[in-house]
């Protein structure tokens, strides 16, 4: 049996047999798709689910996708591994900070495009969906970000989620839609709460955004804000307005709230990711329903 130290040797050195491939372009190309399991990028992609897709399979996709980002980053906490290049410095092709294993790119990308591949059902999607959880996973090893055994151990907590998502989550959303509106609001502020308990400077953001999503989803399916677009320029106007009004949230928070090292910097962190998500999920479908009536009658 294999110890630690050599599995992480062992790991070391299947990254510097891939670097040995070092073209331009190449590198260029998975520093590329790396970007894509960054934050900024869900951004971007959860509220084209939500607004242009399926609002359903956006919410859905959303709070399993926060709650593997949150255990991510308790499971990186307990285990505490390093990442390859802090063993053998240089060997990272781009910056990363943190503990290493699990991976949350390759544990968030599976959780994220599987749910959606899930949740869509069409054979093109799942394709597109494998191919990208599987070039993601390969950009942070190749990178020298992540060893091997970091991507098993993100895929692994990825899956374990997602099977849970398959056994209970019918079940689950069928028992909370019977409920009304208070009971549902109570549970997602408990949920919450319970999560709160672990707090991190990296964790503040996923809870504060996991109760945007449970808020604005219970508002949302409520007041029946879900409808779709029905014409693509109505796809265009969703994007532009919906991101570039996030985009604003974003930025005016981040400038009138208090920088990091000044008091309730933390708090007010959690305020502005937590309205951002709530205009995603329920504020810009208020705003398309009254763009969309009025062109109607218009």
């Known amino acids: 049996v294999m110890s630690v130290q050599e599995i992480l040797n062992w790991g070391i050195d299947v ?28 951004l971007i992609m959860m509220p084209f689910v939500l607004w242009c897709v399926d609002f359903r399979t956006g919410a859905r996709a959303g709070v399993v996708f926060l709650l593997s980002a949150y255990l991510n980053f308790v499971f990186k906490d307990m285990l505490a591994q390093p990442r390859p290049f802090i063993l053998e410095p240089g060997l990272n092709l781009i910056e990363a900070s943190g503990y290493g294993l699990p991976s949350g790119h390759a544990q968030g990308s599976l959780v994220f495009f599987g749910m959606l591949a899930l949740l869509i ?8 969906a494998i191919i990208l959880i599987l070039l993601i996973a390969f ?7 992540h060893f091997p055994t970091d991507i098993l151990g993100g895929w692994f907590l990825g899956g374990c989620l997602l099977f849970g998502y398959l ?6 959303e069928q028992i ?12 997602s502020a408990a949920t919450t709460g319970i999560m709160l308990i672990y707090v991190t400077h990296e964790t503040i953001v996923i809870v504060a955004a996991f109760f945007g999503v449970g808020i604005g989803t219970i508002l949302s399916v409520r007041f029946n804000y879900t409808q779709k677009p029905s014409s693509f320029s109505q796809h265009i106007l969703r994007l532009l307005t919906g ?15 208090p920088r990091n090292g000044e008091p309730l910097y933390e708090p007010l962190r959690f305020a502005r990711y937590f309205i951002l998500v709530l205009w995603f999920t329920t504020g ?3 705003l398309f329903r009254r763009f969309e009536k009025n062109s109607k009658t218009g």
Not at 245 to 257: C, E, Q, R, S, T
């Open 243 to 257: 991101l570039i009004i996030g985009a604003a949230i974003y930025v005016v928070l981040a400038f009138i709230f």
């Open 15 to 42: 990254i510097r047999l891939l670097q040995l491939f070092t073209a331009d372009f190449f590198v260029l190309f998975m520093k590329g798709i790396t970007l894509l399991g960054n934050e900024t990028a869900y």
């Open 121 to 128: 059902r069409k054979r093109w999607f799942t394709v597109i």
């Open 284 to 286: 810009a479908f208020w």
């Open 167 to 172: 056994k209970f989550g019918n079940r689950f």
């Open 139 to 145: 950009s942070r090893v190749y990178l020298g970000v």
């Open 176 to 187: 909370v839609a019977q409920w009304s509106l208070w009971q549902q609001i109570i549970l």
